[in-house]
């Protein structure tokens, strides 16, 4: 059975840090892109970065390069989003996703607040 479960979500102040993990099964990570995606409210979800199939390139949305780092544990099969710096408009909840060709499969969303 194919499932993405995300952690790490959480509080944290304007500056600070937090690292969301996806947590892969019944699928093989490596053969997907992986990708996170995230939707503040009352605004469409919208792509934050991705990692490739099989080669592993990054690629992340302007706003995001610089802050936040894409990595891969192939052995552990999980995607960890590591976000610096983080923004009060970084607040949303986070969603990872594997795509293949025409399937992709989501995780259950994890939320986000940066806040004083």
């Known amino acids: 059975q194919v499932q993405l479960v995300e952690s790490g979500g959480g509080l944290v102040q304007p500056g600070g840090s937090l690292r969301l993990s996806c947590a892969a099964s019944?699928?093989?990570?490596?053969?997907?892109?992986m990708s996170w995606y995230r939707q503040a409210p009352g605004k469409e979800r919208e792509w934050v970065a991705a990692i490739a199939s099989f080669g592993g390139t990054t690629t992340y949305a302007d706003s995001m390069k610089g802050r936040f780092t894409n990595s891969r544990d192939k052995a552990k099969k999980t995607v960890n989003l590591q976000m610096n710096c983080l923004k009060p408009e970084d607040k949303a909840v986070y969603y990872c996703?594997?795509?293949?060709?025409?399937?992709?499969?989501w995780g259950q969303g994890n939320q986000v607040t940066v806040s004083t």
């Open positions: 996703c594997a795509r293949r060709v025409t399937t992709a499969y």
């Open positions: 019944g699928f093989t990570i490596s053969m997907y892109a």
